[in-house]
Each structure stands twice: as C-alpha cells, then as structure tokens.
C-alpha cells in the first residue's frame, strides 16, 4: 500500500468520510478538513487527525501545512465556488495531485479547467474505492473484477523503462498479465513482448489482487 503518501481530505460529508476513513484505517497519513465542527466531532473518532477550517483561505492552506501533502480530496460537491478556490490553492502551494468531487460533468470540466488533477462523479465512483485506488501506488484505475482479481492501469516504473515485457517477466515476478499498452492516450492490445519500454507509456493488467502490493517493494 502507498501508505509513505500524505493525504487530505476536504469536507467530510458521506462522501469525504468515506475516502477519509478508508485512509485512516489503512494505516495512511491522512488529515481531514471541514468547516462543519459538528462534522469534525462525528469524524474525530475514526480520523485521529481531524481540523474545523476553512479550506477557501490561503491562510488556511498554509497554516494547514498543505504544500507538503502528496494527494489532496475535495469532496465539496455541493459548493463549486469553493471547491475551485480549493482546488487553486492546493495547486498553487504545490500539491502534486489533487482529486475532486463534483456534482456534474459541467462542474467536471470547470474543476479540470482550473487545476484539478482527477474530477469525480461519485455515482461513478465510490469513496471506498477511490481510498483503495490511491493506496495502490502508481495505479492510475482500478476494477475489481471479483473478490480477488482486479484490471488496473499501471504507469511505467522508472527501473521498467528500456527493457522488455520477456526481460521484466511480469508474469512470473508480479502475477501480472498485461492485456495492453497505452501510449499517448491511445491503447492497443497488439502487444510486442521483445519491444522497450517507454517512460510515457502505461500498462492495462490483469492481477490477483491481494498481489498487487507487490509492485511497491
């Protein structure tokens, strides 16, 4: 799990709780955030590090510490206004990735306009799920196929780039079964096993899930 990661989440409604508890109980570095204190009170017993703030000051951002967080969640749906300053903030102090709710695929390309890294519609995607997703390091998705195999898409690793899929032996080293390569947003299935890597490619894989971790050591 990518447990060395920092994270924070911003408004705890049932959504945010969720990712945030997900986290917590995962062993993650996880602060949570809300404006709401009776929220804050509900939480604190599940997220030891729990804070009654308003995101939407810069003053805020930095007394929070946020330009040293890897991932930020901005689980603001119901208020774009200060899910966009939210967002604008985390990326000017320096946040690398920064995920965020919306309530509509409208809000997503506003969000997406003004920074933000990954937009999510929660009908799509759970709260459970997204806490999972960023656990495994380096997945950029994640599908459960069953209770214990998954399609994920994989970046690179840095060590992969230059050899082949036959050199890394995937198979064998990660129970990894790559189903095809995406380059440039385009993905094809007509997989060269002899061809090198390439750092802006990704993989789509198949794997045991309770393997995956595997990728990390």
Same mark, same amino acid.
């Not at 690398?96 to 809000?107: G, Q, S, W, Y």
């Given at each position: 799990?990518?447990?060395?990661?920092?994270?924070?989440?911003?408004?705890?409604?049932?959504?945010?709780?969720?990712?945030?508890?997900?986290?917590?109980?995962?062993?993650?570095?996880?602060?949570?955030?809300?404006?709401?204190?009776?929220?804050?009170?509900?939480?604190?017993?599940?997220?030891?590090?729990? @804070?009654?703030?308003? %995101?939407?000051? /810069?003053?805020?951002?930095?007394?929070?510490?946020?330009?040293?967080i890897d991932i930020v969640i901005i689980a603001m749906a119901n208020n774009l206004e200060a899910? %966009?300053?939210?967002?604008?903030?985390?990326?000017?102090?320096?946040?690398?990735?920064?995920?965020? @709710?919306?309530?509509?695929?409208?809000?997503?390309?506003?969000?997406s306009r003004v920074g933000a890294d990954k937009v999510v519609i929660p009908e799509k995607e759970?709260?459970?799920?997204?806490?999972?997703?960023?656990?495994?390091?380096?997945?950029?998705?994640?599908?459960?196929?069953?209770?214990?195999?998954?399609?994920?898409?994989?970046?690179?690793?840095?060590?992969?780039?230059?050899?082949?899929?036959?050199?890394?032996?995937?198979? @064998?080293?990660?129970?990894?079964?790559?189903?095809?390569?995406?380059?440039?947003?385009?993905?094809?299935?007509?997989?060269? /096993?002899?061809? /090198?890597?390439?750092?802006?490619?990704?993989?789509?894989?198949?794997?045991?899930?309770?393997?995956?971790?595997?990728?990390?050591?």
């Amino acid at each position: 799990m990518s447990l060395h990661k920092s994270y924070a989440v911003f408004g705890l409604g049932r959504y945010g709780f969720s990712v945030a508890k997900e986290l917590a109980q995962s062993g993650a570095d996880i602060l949570a955030v809300d404006s709401n204190q009776s929220l804050v009170d509900e939480a604190i017993d599940f997220i030891p590090i729990c @804070k009654c703030a308003d %995101v939407t000051d /810069p003053d805020v951002i930095k007394a929070l510490g946020i330009s040293s967080i890897d991932i930020v969640i901005i689980a603001m749906a119901n208020n774009l206004e200060a899910s %966009v300053l939210a967002t604008t903030l985390c990326k000017e102090a320096g946040v690398k990735t920064v995920i965020v @709710k919306c309530a509509d695929e409208m809000h997503q390309k506003i969000l997406s306009r003004v920074g933000a890294d990954k937009v999510v519609i929660p009908e799509k995607e759970s709260g459970v799920r997204l806490a999972k997703n960023l656990l495994s390091s380096g997945f950029v998705d994640l599908v459960e196929l069953s209770n214990n195999l998954s399609m994920v898409e994989i970046d690179v690793k840095d060590s992969w780039v230059g050899k082949s899929l036959l050199e890394l032996n995937l198979r @064998k080293k990660y129970s990894l079964n790559v189903i095809a390569i995406r380059q440039q947003g385009k993905a094809s299935v007509d997989i060269n /096993p002899t061809a /090198p890597l390439e750092k802006n490619m990704s993989l789509i894989v198949i794997a045991d899930t309770a393997r995956l971790n595997k990728l990390n050591n």
